[in-house]
């Protein structure tokens, strides 16, 4: 059973549109990162967000967390074709010693 | 900068043999992860350790076993490879046990390994 659940799991758009991926769970985290994977490489943090409702920007992305701390998303807006890549959100819960993750999104970001 | 250093990056075992992944990190930390990353499921984690020779199950350790007799390397092992463990590992170390995400305790990963048994 998968605690994290992403969407969508595939997502191919053009440059410079806006896209959101979505991080769902039934179970309540304390705090929820944002990682990228590039293709040969391991996942690199983007962002971590620790308070229910809290809204982060890096740049173009903005991260939110949801009110009930179960849920997160991305937004990129003006998608580049850096951006390409697997992106992972991870949660903490109170009392565990590491991070259970989402199932993934895979982006590209077509010139 | 931190650096997560693993071994091998990329191995072909027959069915049956033994494989050690080897994992090295430089910046003292106390945590130590072996993931293994599969397309549609994720990072699901095999092992974990906290200290030297110290070590916990993750979410499937069935068919590894690890070793940490140095706090800088983390070695996973499989002692009898079978096909289903053709996977991409990855090996991460963070700062402390606990208080992940809110007190900026990050987990930091190496490049993984790519296994694949035949």
Redesign the interface.
């Known amino acids: 059973t998968q605690l994290l659940e992403q969407s969508p799991q595939f997502l191919s758009i053009q440059e410079g549109e806006n896209l959101t991926v979505y991080c769902n769970s039934s179970s309540v985290f304390s705090s929820l990162q944002w990682y990228r994977q590039e293709p040969g490489e391991g996942p690199v943090l983007l962002v971590t967000v620790v308070t229910g409702g809290e809204v982060k920007k890096l740049k173009r992305l903005t991260f939110q967390f949801g009110d009930a701390r179960k849920d997160s998303s991305l937004h990129i807006t003006a998608a580049q074709p850096g951006d390409t890549g697997l992106y992972l959100c991870a949660g903490e819960r109170t009392g565990a010693n590491n991070l259970f993750f989402g199932t993934g999104t895979r982006l590209t970001v077509i010139p | 900068d931190v650096k997560?250093t693993q071994s091998s990056r990329y191995l072909v075992k027959r069915t049956g043999e033994k494989v050690f992944l080897e994992c090295v990190q430089d910046m003292d930390h106390e945590?130590m992860?072996w993931?293994r990353q599969d397309p549609?499921?994720?990072?699901?984690?095999i092992y974990?350790s906290?200290d030297v020779k110290m070590k916990?199950k993750?979410d499937i350790p069935e068919g590894y076993s690890v070793s940490r007799e140095k706090k800088e390397r983390f070695s996973l092992i499989l002692e009898s490879a079978s096909t289903n463990q053709t996977s991409m590992y990855?090996c991460?170390s963070s700062l402390y046990?606990?208080?992940?995400?809110?007190s900026?305790n990050?987990?930091y990963?190496?490049?993984?390994s790519w296994l694949t048994v035949v």
Request: glycine share 34%.
């Open positions: 997560v945590n992860f993931y549609g499921l994720g990072l699901r984690l974990f906290y916990e993750g990855l991460a046990l606990g208080g992940i995400g809110g900026g990050t987990i990963f190496g490049e993984g």
